[in-house]
């Protein structure tokens, strides 16, 4: 049971939210703080144990949801995969009941809360923002209140603090899809969506033109469609706020994919060649340049418009389309493994290890080589330089990216056992220690106990108060036996300051799944984590606490660790692309995951089952001993430093290395991660030398060579992480595209389908998209190269809302016009 536990545990954690201290496998909802915050309850989970176990988790703030299984569908019978589905759907009536009562408890409150308040006929932000109150209020306090309204009912309220505008939330549990603010009354001849109050209040007295605030950029959409459904015949504009410093301009993109999906119009703010850095909306405009630029914008909108295909099929008029463009690669190539690259000794193990297992090399390459950098510690540095005292300490970080089902945990396992075997006897002999210990301690308090006794009949007998001191003076304490440590697997960063400071020579950091930690760093409140993981990765500076729940003072002598885990491609993409765009995750810390590797897949599999390479065993477990069996300095660690041959070497290689940073032809973020070489190169040589030359005591010319052929593979992969960082939906469109033609979009009475939503694709759960984000980008892609078209689909006669499907190209199913 704790098993599934744990992995469900795991599954919250890899998701980007703070998992629960308990969590109760009950069946029923239960709440908790998805951000660590004490008072926060958005999050919430669902576990089943029984059967199947399965379960599902979310944060109701942030509108996610993933549902989770402790078993793949291939690994399920007939009857699991329908008793999973029953519950499943079981599962997300309750949710959504749960979520429908939150959503009426907070328009309760919103509407006690607006009922309270007065009227707003002027207030500090409106000021700063240079415009009018249009339908809002203020509490006592001074927050501002604008209502969100659906089909005329308060469903929610943004609140604006009075001093802090940033400070803009809605209310917990509130509705926030399809709400909105309406400013200006019925529209006349044309209507505009736009996200903030500020820039729609600027639109509406820049235009006279009634405008629907949608709140933020992810809900223009919905808001767009509900406008569409209820003026079919009125031009509707999409004003979007121009993200231009971002990675993927967020703001241009959702308005674009609204006006598209209605058949509207997009305006964009224009600013002119003097844009100041930070003007982004048409609230921005109108403080610039004035309500006439900003009614210029909105005249100035580019129709994109929808095709109505119901209406030309009833008409009797063919569908033309155009020849589907090739999409771009999705990857960048990456280097195939060569086992040279491995020492010698390492050699046969790990090519036994990726025949027997089938899984590529690559993975077993990066876990060998972070496990013994971080076996070795600092315990032995080396000098790169031939006279200048820059010392490099070779613990390593090391990512192994696949998708599910890829092997990375099975051979992260296999590199890491000769490790937990060695921690395994220390843990044993550690006990021991303890045993022993805790039997002198005993002894100690009865030899304290007999000295007092014989004190106080001193005392007595002849007052000697020298002698009874004597008798009490306590003897040197034995110390307390301390646990050696080899590897942590789930800590916080206290815990791991407190391993650390007794194990201060370095230790592996190990994640089966790497995203969680990533993502906890990043979170409010987390910001020393990160300052802390970015020390260890240096491996050579001390590290002081002082927190007054910690105790004052309490000091690291030296933080080293090296780094290894496992992460999905769309994870990776996701925190690669939050690193690019700027803020605190844009540090380095990404970089300095130098030995990660996102090998090919192989489409071939063979049927292996032969008995392991035992020598080739023995002879790795053989270096891992005797690397353990190094000897822990009792000052300075010992240095070593490149012969003749490898000194040259490396300073023709140091060369060109900075002259290529210096150049000016590298993305920032790859000329960030090749900058980190400077560490790699000098400890992949060292680790090479001790692993296979330790008579040597130093590092020759080819252990250099060796490690420089890991510079040139690496570069490959780093080159493929960035990519998929930049433009994500380029492998999600390829992955889709190859199932269309394949047949696979089928219908529920398994006929192909020429149509299709997001949802009946991520409800398949193909790898690479596994959520409505992936599919919806990768189908936006394939509308954007032709492939397929986005349709309206009007809302039933009820008065539902209108939604989305695609419509594939027949060309993609072998007939129609192309």
């Not at 309750?94 to 408890?105: F, G, K, T």
């Not at 960048?332 to 590529?360: G, H, I, K, T």
């Amino acid at each position: 049971m704790s098993d599934i536990i744990n992995q469900f545990r795991d599954a919250i954690a890899a998701a980007g939210l703070t998992p629960p201290d308990e969590i109760i496998d009950d069946g029923k909802i239960h709440r908790f703080s998805s951000n660590g915050k004490p008072r926060d309850e958005s999050g919430w989970y669902v576990l089943h144990s029984d059967g199947v176990a399965a379960g599902a988790f979310g944060d109701w703030r942030e509108g996610f949801t993933q549902n989770w299984c402790s078993k793949s569908n291939t690994e399920m019978t007939q009857v699991d995969r329908e008793s999973h589905q029953n519950r499943v759907q079981a599962m997300k009536a309750q949710r959504d009941s749960e979520q429908a009562q939150r959503n009426e408890s907070a328009a309760l409150e919103a509407s006690r809360r607006v009922n309270a308040a007065t009227v707003c006929t002027q207030h500090p932000y409106l000021d700063a923002k240079g415009v009018k109150p249009y339908g809002v209020k203020v509490e006592m306090d001074g927050t501002l209140l604008v209502p969100m309204r659906d089909d005329g009912k308060l469903w929610n309220v943004e609140r604006i603090n009075l001093t802090d505008f940033k400070d803009k939330r809605g209310l917990s549990g509130g509705r926030r899809t399809g709400c909105y603010h309406a400013i200006g009354g019925k529209p006349k001849n044309r209507l505009i969506v736009g996200s903030g109050y500020a820039t729609c209040a600027s639109i509406h007295e820049a235009t006279g033109d009634a405008v629907a605030v949608a709140f933020n950029d992810g809900n223009l959409g919905a808001v767009a469609g509900t406008m569409r459904f209820k003026f079919p015949d009125l031009q509707i504009i999409v004003a979007a706020d121009d993200d231009y410093q971002n990675a993927v301009n967020g703001g241009v993109e959702h308005a674009r994919a609204a006006a598209l999906a209605i058949g509207g119009y997009l305006a964009v703010p224009d600013f002119g060649a003097n844009r100041p850095e930070k003007a982004t909306d048409f609230n921005d405009l109108h403080q610039i340049a004035g309500l006439d630029a900003v009614k210029r914008g909105i005249d100035a909108a580019i129709p994109l418009i929808a095709v109505d295909y119901t209406n030309t099929r009833a008409k009797g008029k063919s569908e033309t389309w155009p020849v589907p463009a090739p999409l771009p690669d999705a990857l960048p190539p990456v280097m195939a493994f060569n086992y040279s690259l491995l020492p010698d000794s390492m050699r046969p193990w790990v090519a036994d290890m990726a025949e027997r297992m089938q899984c590529p090399p690559d993975f077993l390459a990066a876990g060998v080589m972070v496990a013994i950098s971080g076996l070795v510690g600092a315990r032995v540095v080396i000098q790169p330089k031939a006279r200048d005292n820059w010392l490099v300490t070779p613990n390593l970080w090391g990512a192994i990216i696949g998708r599910p089902g890829a092997m990375k945990s099975p051979a992260l396992n296999e590199v890491l056992k000769p490790l937990k075997r060695i921690e395994a006897k220390k843990r044993e002999a550690y006990q021991a220690q303890c045993g022993e210990w805790e039997v002198s301690q005993r002894l100690r308090k009865l030899q304290d106990a007999a000295s007092e006794t014989r004190a106080k009949a001193t005392l007595k007998k002849s007052n000697d108060v020298e002698a009874a001191r004597e008798l009490l003076r306590a003897a040197d304490l034995e110390p307390e036996p301390i646990p050696e440590r080899l590897i942590v697997n789930d800590t916080t960063i206290e815990a791991l300051g407190e391993i650390m400071r007794v194990n201060p020579w370095g230790l592996l950091v190990e994640r089966d799944e790497i995203y969680g930690l990533l993502k906890s760093m990043d979170r409010e409140g987390k910001e020393g984590d990160r300052a802390f993981y970015l020390t260890a990765y240096d491996g050579d500076k001390s590290y002081t606490v002082d927190r007054i729940m910690r105790g004052l003072n309490l000091h690291i002598p030296r933080l080293c660790a090296a780094m290894i885990g496992g992460i999905q491609p769309g994870r990776l993409s996701e925190y690669v692309r939050g690193a690019m765009a700027g803020g605190g995750a844009d540090d380095g810390l990404i970089q300095r995951f130098q030995m990660a590797v996102w090998p090919d897949s192989s489409p071939e599999w063979q049927d292996v089952d032969e008995w392991p390479d035992t020598p080739a065993r023995q002879a790795a477990n053989a270096v891992f001993d005797r690397l353990e069996a190094l000897p822990t300095p009792e000052g300075d660690a010992p240095v070593w430093r490149f012969d003749d041959a490898a000194q040259a070497l490396f300073r023709e290689w140091r060369t060109e290395l900075e002259l290529r940073l210096r150049s000016d032809t590298l993305h920032p973020v790859m000329e960030a991660h090749l900058s980190k070489n400077r560490k790699t190169i000098p400890a992949l040589a060292l680790l090479f030398a001790l692993i296979d030359t330790p008579e040597a005591g130093q590092v020759c010319e080819p252990e250099l060579i060796r490690a420089l052929g890991w510079a040139e593979y690496l570069e490959t992969h780093a080159t493929r992480i960035y990519a998929a960082g930049i433009k994500p939906e380029i492998e999600g469109a390829a992955l889709l595209l190859k199932r269309i033609r394949a047949g696979a979009m089928v219908d529920k009475d398994g006929v192909i389908a020429k149509t299709f939503t997001t949802r009946d694709v991520y409800r398949k759960g193909w790898q690479g998209l596994g959520d409505v984000d992936a599919v919806r980008g990768a189908a936006d892609m394939l509308v954007e190269y032709d492939w397929l078209r986005r349709e309206l689909v009007p809302g039933s006669a009820a008065g539902g809302r209108p939604s989305e499907q695609y419509r594939i190209n027949p060309a993609v199913l072998g007939g129609g016009k192309a």
